[in-house]
């Protein structure tokens, strides 16, 4: 809890230094990736669907899915 307090007062007191920097970097408007990246946005949805797919497919084979309750 104190590093969340510690971490907001931080920001609370860089932020007019800090994000005016951060802003002249990211500001390109309203924008969605396949305008980024320049691709269609049905390749956009079938590539993050399959990277989808395949994280979930990995972590069933790595077993990090929640473990059961032991019946006492």
């Given at each position: 809890m104190l590093g969340f307090l510690t971490?907001?007062?931080?920001?609370?007191?860089?932020?007019?230094?800090?994000?005016?920097?951060?802003?002249?970097?990211?500001?390109?408007?309203?924008?969605?990736?396949?305008?980024?990246?320049?691709?269609?946005?049905?390749?956009?949805?079938?590539?993050?669907g399959l990277i989808s797919l395949l994280l979930f497919y990995l972590i069933d084979r790595a077993g990090m899915q929640r473990k059961k309750k032991l019946e006492p």
């Amino acid at each position: 809890m104190l590093g969340f307090l510690t971490g907001a007062a931080l920001f609370g007191l860089t932020y007019q230094q800090v994000f005016p920097q951060i802003e002249k970097l990211a500001k390109v408007g309203s924008v969605v990736i396949p305008d980024l990246w320049n691709l269609s946005p049905y390749l956009t949805v079938l590539a993050f669907g399959l990277i989808s797919l395949l994280l979930f497919y990995l972590i069933d084979r790595a077993g990090m899915q929640r473990k059961k309750k032991l019946e006492p």
